[in-house]
């Protein structure tokens, strides 16, 4: 393949990925509530999601570095289509919690082998070919995905077209039927090299997954750039809870209900990914300007400002304006933050980081919305995007490493 080529697969991949998630967005938190689950109860089947991609994370990169990228995100489109099914029939918060599981280990696999495969493909022939702009490029195909995505999700929830179908249901639906297409798409377009026979090749993959795990973590040891830029997930896994799963309820809560707040959802979730594909695009000038390390660090402070705006603003509009706000913080942010770590990394290790660096957010996350749900709960929703955004902004000074190691000329 030529790096076109490779190129407008990638965006298409990350298109097909992400337009179901943007689908998702508007009723993943309603839903459950719709169905009778208490904030405090969502708060508890959702941190099911980051255990499961706590625990699995590493072995699943593992996989993708010594199996290959392709097996690994057929299997993930797969759990993928089990865990939609499962929460388009959950009545119960077991049933959810069951999904949430599913879609935890759909996470794991998923998040680190279409970045490197692409990484991969690129620098095939040229170690040190730039990759910026396609990371970027991608998160703003990301952006744009996900937005659109929820459009649709508002368009389906408001003009509720099936009686047979629960409206806030409508769009879990659709995302199954979306799925469909990019694991068909997977199969066709991600095109590896692998030299022995099928048997074979999978029986030493699995000796070494292991092996491959060891070196990843000892290579964290050794680099502090690393160890710092993961620990960034610390806070961002924890503060991103405010955004991508009290938003809703925040919304509901000034606003006139759950169905009215998924339908006004749609086109606001549309808009903000639209303006963090703008901030995606961004990217690269921020960089230029100020140096990746620097620009990350900044965007952290200025992130936790926003999410804190949300917690402060009374109304739809103001809130809705924080929450743009964000969102172009969060597309400028990824992939500066990407960029920096597989700068730091290999091919051998790419996945594995990358999963490394998930991993962390992850628990993060599941802890985040356990102490964020039960702080609304016992407190207010605006305490909690309060709290929130000053997690969020003391994720900065961990870029200060790969600052210093930058202006030294040299990867620690």
Known sequence: MTIG????????????RWFPTGLLI???????????????????????????????????GGFADSLGRRPVLVTAAGLSLVSLFLL????????FAAAYAVQGLFRALDSGPLEAWYVDAVRKDNPSAEIARGLSGGSAILG?????????????????PFPGVEALALPVLAAGLVQVVGLVSVIAWVVEDRPDGPRRYLNQAVRGVLPVIRTSVALLRRSRVLVALVSVELFWGFGMVTFETLFPV?????????????????PTTAAAW?????????APVLARRMGAPMAAGALRIVQGVTVSGMGLF????????????TYVVHGASNPLHMTLLHDQVGSAHRATVIG???????????????????????TSLSTAFLAGGVVLAMGAPFYLPAHRATRGGRAA
């Open 5 to 16: 080529e490779v190129h407008r697969r990638y965006l298409a991949l990350m298109g097909l």
């Open 26 to 60: 508007p009723v993943l938190a309603l839903l459950p509530l719709d169905r009778g689950l208490s904030v405090a109860q969502l708060g508890l089947v959702t941190a099911v999601q980051g255990w499961v991609v706590f625990a699995m994370e590493l072995p699943t």
């Open 88 to 95: 388009f029939m959950a009545h119960s918060m077991a049933m």
């Open 144 to 160: 744009l995905a996900v937005g659109m995505g929820a459009i649709v999700a508002g368009g389906l929830v408001a003009l509720d």
């Open 250 to 266: 925040r919304l509901a809560e000034v606003g006139d209900g759950t169905q009215d707040a998924a339908a006004v959802m749609g």
């Open 274 to 282: 639209g303006v963090s594909a703008l901030g995606a695009v961004l």
């Open 314 to 325: 009374a109304g739809p509009i103001g809130l809705i304006g924080a929450l743009l706000a």
């Open 356 to 378: 490394l660096n998930s991993m962390v957010a992850q628990p993060a996350g599941a802890v985040g919305v356990m102490v964020l749900t039960a702080l609304a709960g016992g």
